[in-house]
């Protein structure tokens, strides 16, 4: 269930930051938000584990700040695969909404985890 909330919540997050960001973000419709953040969490599932493992040097040398360009990638890849419902303005664009993105979902999986 928590996979479901998880896909629920980024959905919903992507709307929200596309109606904010207008000028970086563009998100077709709630169906294409539901897409790409089904095809984001597929991706964090088989692609960002490698990455992270790869990147392990430098995201120590970087004191874990080159997650944030993990996470980018992770978004640009996305936008990649669903197509022109779901795109970025440009990469500084990406590692903003990746930023927002990890933010929110730090939080909300703290509140979830609270008894």
């Not at 992507?14 to 938000?33: P, T």
């Not at 120590?60 to 700040?65: E, K, V």
């Not at 993990?70 to 996305?78: E, K």
Request: positive net charge.
């Amino acid at each position: 269930m928590r996979f479901l909330q998880k896909i629920i919540v980024n959905a919903v997050l992507f709307l929200a930051l596309a109606g904010f960001l207008q000028n970086m973000f563009y998100v077709e419709n709630i169906w294409v938000s539901l897409g790409a953040s089904i095809v984001l969490a597929l991706l964090n599932m088989a692609v960002k584990p490698v990455l992270f493992i790869l990147s392990l040097p430098i995201t120590i040398l970087t004191l874990g700040l080159f997650t944030i360009v993990i996470n980018a990638g992770m978004l640009s890849l996305t936008s990649a695969i669903v197509g022109s419902g779901f795109e970025f303005s440009s990469f500084g664009a990406t590692m903003l909404i990746a930023m927002i993105v990890s933010l929110v979902n730090m939080l909300i999986n703290n509140q979830l985890r609270q008894p």
